[in-house]
């Protein structure tokens, strides 16, 4: 049994920073792994994603802003995403790929003023 449970969302200003957890229940060695988010009336979309090894993907509307990682001896995955926007409010989503998607129970982010 998968289970996938995110924590570091919160309420933060334009500009400011947050750094989202994902803990699997499961060695994460070997599998790929990503965050997504979804807004309200919009189709759930890829952020970044990361590959066991590291290597990192990331969606055009991150600008570099958010970076992507992992602890697989920990069996966490990290987004520590800075500089963020209004538009960046969503619930955020964490996915692990093993022949099945499994999905996290999401955590919501609110960028406000």
């Known amino acids: 049994q998968v289970q996938l449970v995110e924590s570091g969302g919160g309420l933060v200003q334009p500009g400011g920073s947050l750094r989202l957890s994902c803990a699997a229940s499961v060695n994460i060695v070997g599998k790929n792994m990503l965050w997504f988010r979804q807004s309200p009336g919009k189709e759930r979309e890829m952020v970044a994603s990361?590959?066991?090894?590291?290597?990192?993907n990331y969606a055009d509307f991150v600008e570099g802003r958010f970076t992507i990682s992992r602890d697989n001896a920990k069996n966490m995955m990290y987004l520590q995403m800075n500089n963020l926007k209004p538009e960046d409010t969503a619930v955020y989503y964490c996915?692990?790929?093993?022949?099945?998607?499994?999905w996290g129970q999401g955590t919501q982010v609110t960028v406000s003023s």
């Open positions: 996915n692990l790929y093993w022949g099945l998607s499994y």
């Open positions: 990361i590959v066991s090894s590291g290597v990192s």
